[in-house]
């Protein structure tokens, strides 16, 4: 294999002025890629194009809402009209939001959760495999383990990835004979925006204490991108990241038992982590 698989290659990645999306994109740019920047946050995005092509690259800015299916074909349609092919969709734009169902004011936050998460993807895909068809491309779906094994208080965060999970796995079979390829990435914590991002039950973003999560051995954006672009070039199947593989063995084997860790080993401690930082502030 090439040593710069995506040199000369039209790629597409949404959620991309930050965290995994923004790491992706230059590590794409580094290898000469014709880049399409999707977001909604317009001037990060100009300056992240200014960087890919700094960089090597060739990157345009697409401001973007996935949850809007005409943006998503518009989105399509501008990146097959600038570089004249589509090589690789990365699906990369998510959202989160904790809290116990039940205290959930309505389901406007669980819907929207749903529809950038779950939707997006599917918007685009869409409108992209007519494209990906064309150059036996590649599909890239960024999900999280959570749609493998979810954690308590975030049930519209862990149905959206169990759909994406689903809608990949069926597309892959649906694509195979056209030589595309769908690849699931399936992270455990990475250092991102993500969690100061991450909304409440009445959608009011963490902010900065989101960040009390991460420890020094936490994966970054870059090494999650590494790892991503390199079994996209290989078109695996799925990639399950940090304790993926035991957690999925395990939750086959004594699902009970998975249950009761998450609580007592992941849950607990994130949360008193939490607390401590809150209580420094």
């Known amino acids: 294999m090439s040593d710069k698989p995506y040199q000369d290659k039209a790629v597409i990645v ?3 002025s930050s965290g995994i999306g923004r790491a992706l994109a230059l590590r794409l740019a580094d290898q000469g890629a014709w880049i399409t920047l999707a977001a909604r946050d317009a001037a990060r995005l100009a300056v992240l194009a200014e960087e890919c092509r700094q960089r090597g690259g060739k990157a345009i800015a697409v401001p973007t809402g996935v949850t809007g299916e005409a943006q998503c074909k518009a989105l399509i349609e501008r990146a097959v009209a600038e570089f004249g092919r589509l090589d690789v969709l990365i699906n990369n734009a998510g959202i989160g939001a904790t809290g116990l169902l039940e205290e959930l004011p309505d389901l406007t936050l669980f819907k929207r959760v749903m529809d950038v998460n779950f939707y997006g993807v599917v918007y685009c895909t869409y409108y992209a495999v007519k494209h990906l068809k064309q150059t036996q491309g590649r599909i890239v779906n960024i999900s999280s383990l959570g749609g493998k094994s979810p954690l308590p208080y975030n049930s519209n965060y862990n149905a959206s990835k169990y759909a994406v999970h689903g809608f990949s796995d069926s597309v892959r079979m649906e694509l195979a004979q ?3 390829s769908v690849t699931l990435i399936c992270p455990y914590w990475v250092v991102t925006e993500f969690h100061e991002r ?3 039950k009445d959608g009011t973003p963490r902010g ?5 999560i991460y420890s020094e051995k936490t994966m970054t954006a870059d090494q999650c991108a590494a790892t991503t672009l390199k079994a996209a070039a290989r ?3 799925e990639v399950l990241m940090g304790p993926g593989w035991l957690t999925v063995w395990l939750r086959i084997i004594a699902p009970g038992l998975v249950d009761k860790i998450t609580i007592e080993m992941v ?3 994130l949360v008193r982590r939490a ?3 809150q209580s420094k502030e």
């Open 198 to 200: 991450l909304m409440d």
């Open 275 to 277: 607390e401590k930082t």
């Open 14 to 16: 949404t959620g991309a």
């Open 235 to 237: 078109r695996k199947r």
């Open 267 to 269: 849950l607990k401690p």
């Open 178 to 180: 056209a030589g595309v």
């Open 208 to 212: 900065p204490q989101g960040r009390a």
